[in-house]
């Protein structure tokens, strides 16, 4: 056993020892250096490092990960969002207290020596041989700096970045290599700017710039001297030395900096002792990443920005490509959110649905001719909380949606009408309209297989008042099933596939329509974008243009600005003007006098259509005027609740329609953000109210026109006609649905004096009177 001196020294064995191995290694540093091929002797062997000259000849320095800024289309901030919290500057927009308090206690000999400090490894590998560990570093700010540049490299995976901080004398040697490489390619001032723009600060902050803002609420160049001396005294040990959670900590640390500094000669004795009497006077900001901290209720609407960037090609060809670029960030991304529309959206959302609510409710404005998305927002906010969700209930599942999308009702009639109109039918067609009936079959579809009703599915009308017979403009205005379900049968499937294909109308979860007479109820789930976006086409005549989000994206470099490509909104005629004239016609019908009175706007045209689904668990309301479109959806997204005897928005209602809840958020949302906007006027066209009067003669069993002069079964009171016992409850002009009509007469009768006759057929052909 080796000897100790008296006083605990170290024997001369083991003073020998030492002094050889630190000979050692510090020799394999040095012929590493100025000898590659002999500096790779002894490290290759043992398989610990790669040849020092096979080492690739340049370091590859991938962009810094930056914070990326969403934007409205003013130009207002949404949100930020990045996976580092990084601002790149330049070395002037850097406070000189922080340039000189960072070299002074990383590596205050940095303006001396090159890559390599040879007395500070000495000084190093002697301190470590007394401690028999590693309990002092050699590195300096270049290696430093090639170290984050292999930690950025290796972003978030666990295993990379491992990789790039284990603790080996073969990282040791690539650091070596790379650093004398940025040493003569950059020069001091650059490498000093690329490392405050790169090293990690604690709190998410990554650089100097960030750093800055989060403990300071102020920009790098305007730091003092003892807070630049804070900051510098961080980045040894962020958890050790975060001035958020220990305080006496960091201030004992940004002392011993701000002594290091005076040691060196960059500020007085006199001007540090000042320094270190100043209390922190931390103004701290908290980190806002990410969309959950959007302004103006624009969460969901950010995400769905966040998708569309890494779901088109036009930003990568690959997922993983897309997602590199997202996540090095560095954005700037102009939308087209308008902020007046967000706004006013998520002011009816508050005012008619709590979110505390059992059911929710979401909205999606949509400018025709552009497909511009102005405001997209929900009752219940973005979060992990009680009632909040992360789901976006007005997209489809890819991007972020419910997994299938909503039933949409009744608001898919128009597309039926628009099928039907396109392929010839007038806008009088007329069909008998029962209150219920079976499913007709069977029905065309596009293949050779027509769709047929084998299991006698029936579908009804929501009143058993509701019979017809019905034209098309007062069926849309009082949404008769049984009336569109004809429609369907007559004109096939096809010609409506074809319609909202033109459309763009898929399911939730992307996939085609079904090819069934259900569908012209609304019986599959679609999203409130697909609605509105539909819908607008419509209003711009029958042109349809796919929604878009992003006005502009640029993306900076370094210090260099360039724009990126983004995805365009493809424009295409969908259906002929005359067409979109006639179904503007019809659906303005609707909010006149129709199912949608409650949603029709005081100052200006408007059009659209309600919807409810069965057990009333779904709600709709769509409509636009010819500059805005807007879907609103109201119901469960688990489709468990049904909307009867509910409190919604603080109001109990006993049966939920799409003209009554649905229809009053569309109204004020689309009031609001239309205040102060052009009012435009729609191309209408005459479509006829049923003849009255028409033709003489008799209602017979079938339902054939009858006529005004009605035989001795309806007789003549007060020269008023009334239609016949024997009249079709299609019949003639007096014959109407109830057997006969009730008059205008000319003098006063009692109430109910005047009615007809309750057996007429249901399948009648005539006028309905």
Same mark, same amino acid.
Not at 178 to 185: N, P, S
Not at 400 to 420: E, L, M, R
Not at 509 to 524: D, F, M, R, Y
């Given at each position: ?697 008799? *209602?017979?069993?079938? +339902?054939?026109? %009858? @006529?005004? #002069?009605?035989? /001795? !079964? =309806? $007789? ?5 006609? &009334?239609? *016949?016992?024997?009249? +079709?409850?299609? %019949? @003639?002009? #007096?014959?109407? /649905? !109830? =057997? $006969? ?5 000319? &003098? ?7 009615? %007809?006759?309750? #057996?007429?057929?249901? !399948? =009648? ?5």
């Amino acid at each position: 056993m080796p000897k100790k001196r008296s006083g605990g020294g170290l024997s001369a064995t083991q003073q020998a020892a030492k002094f050889l191995g630190v000979s050692v290694l510090a020799g394999a540093v040095l012929a590493g250096i100025a000898l590659p091929a002999f500096g790779a002797l002894g490290l290759a062997a043992k398989g610990s490092v790669e040849s020092f000259d096979e080492l690739p000849a340049n370091l590859k320095t991938p962009p810094l990960s930056q914070r990326t800024t969403i934007l409205d289309a003013e130009g207002g901030q949404i949100a930020t969002v990045y996976s580092r919290d990084r601002t790149v500057v330049e070395l002037k927009n850097i406070s000189p207290y922080m340039q000189k308090a960072i070299v002074a206690i990383e590596d205050s000999r940095f303006y001396q020596h090159g890559a390599v400090d040879l007395k500070g490894v000495l000084r190093a590998l002697n301190q470590n041989v007394q401690s028999s560990g590693v309990a002092q570093g050699a590195s300096t700010l270049t290696q430093q700096y090639v170290k984050n540049v292999f930690v950025e490299e290796a972003g978030d995976d666990p295993t990379k970045v491992a990789q790039a901080t284990q603790q080996t004398l073969g990282r040791k040697i690539k650091e070596l290599k790379y650093a004398i490489q940025v040493e003569e390619e950059l020069g001091k001032k650059k490498i000093l700017e690329n490392y405050l723009n790169i090293t990690f600060f604690g709190e998410q902050a990554y650089g100097v710039e960030a750093a800055a803002q989060r403990y300071f609420s102020k920009h790098a160049k305007d730091l003092t001297l003892p807070e630049s001396a804070m900051l510098a005294g961080i980045v040894q040990s962020p958890s050790r030395y975060d001035p958020v959670n220990d305080e006496a900590e960091a201030t004992k640390r940004r002392n011993i900096v701000l002594q290091r500094m005076a040691e060196v000669g960059d500020v007085s004795q006199a001007e540090a002792d000042k320094a270190k009497e100043t209390p922190l006077k931390l103004a701290v900001s908290q980190p806002k990443n990410g969309c959950i901290t959007a302004a103006r209720g624009a969460s969901f609407f950010c995400k769905y920005v966040e998708k569309v960037f890494l779901n088109d090609p036009v930003f990568g060809k690959t997922q993983e490509k897309r997602a590199k670029l997202w996540n090095q960030g560095g954005l700037t991304i102009r939308t087209t959110l308008r902020p007046q529309a967000q706004e006013s959206v998520q002011a009816s959302l508050k005012e008619h649905v709590n979110k505390s609510d059992k059911v929710a409710a979401a909205s999606t404005l949509i400018e025709p001719g552009s497909g511009k998305i102005v405001a997209m927002g929900q009752s219940k906010p973005y979060g992990y909380g009680k009632n909040e969700t992360e789901y976006n209930f007005s997209v489809n599942s890819v991007m972020g949606g419910s997994n299938y999308g909503f039933p949409t009702g009744s608001t898919f009639k128009p597309f039926v009408a628009a099928a039907a109109l396109e392929g010839g039918k007038p806008a009088t067609q007329e069909y008998s309209s029962p209150y219920d009936m079976n499913y007709p079959s069977p029905v065309q579809t596009c293949g050779s297989n027509p769709w047929t009703n084998r299991e006698g599915e029936k579908v009804e009308n929501e009143s058993e008042s509701e019979k017809g017979p019905y034209q098309l403009k007062e069926a849309m205005a009082k949404s008769v099933n049984t009336y569109f379900v004809q429609m369907i049968s007559d004109i096939g499937l096809c010609p409506v596939v074809k319609m909202t294909d033109a459309l763009h109308v898929t399911q939730g979860n992307g996939t085609k329509l079904p090819e069934s007479p259900s569908i012209a109820l609304g019986a599959v789930g679609l999203s409130p974008l697909t609605m509105a976006s539909a819908y607008a086409a419509f209003a711009s005549r029958g042109i349809y243009c796919s929604p878009i989000a992003i006005e502009s994206i640029s993306q900076k470099v370094g210090n260099q600005q360039k724009s990126l490509e983004i995805p365009k909104s493809t424009c295409s005629r969908a259906m002929s003007e005359k067409t979109a004239d006639t179904v503007n016609t019809l659906l303005r019908g609707v909010v006149d006098s129709g199912t949608g009175q409650q949603a029709g706007l005081t100052d200006r045209e408007s059009a659209g259509k309600t919807g409810t689904t069965d057990e009333r668990k779904n709600a709709w309301f769509v409509g636009y005027t010819p500059n805005l479109s807007g879907a609103v959806w109201v119901g469960s997204a688990s489709q468990k609740v049904q909307m009867k005897n509910i409190t919604i928005g603080g109001v109990y209602r006993p049966l939920v329609y799409g003209g009554e809840v649905p229809g009053p958020i569309w109204k004020d949302a689309m009031t609001g953000a239309l205040s102060g906007q052009n009012v435009e006027s729609f191309n209408l066209v005459d479509i006829p109210d049923p003849e009255k009067d028409k033709g003489d003669g008799d *209602g017979d069993h079938n +339902g054939n026109p %009858g @006529g005004n #002069n009605g035989n /001795a !079964n =309806g $007789g003549l009171i007060a020269g008023l006609t &009334i239609g *016949g016992a024997n009249g +079709g409850a299609n %019949g @003639g002009a #007096n014959n109407g /649905a !109830n =057997g $006969g009509t009730t008059p205008n007469p000319s &003098i006063s009768l009692p109430d109910g004096f005047i009615q %007809g006759q309750n #057996n007429g057929g249901r !399948n =009648g052909t005539g006028g309905r009177g």
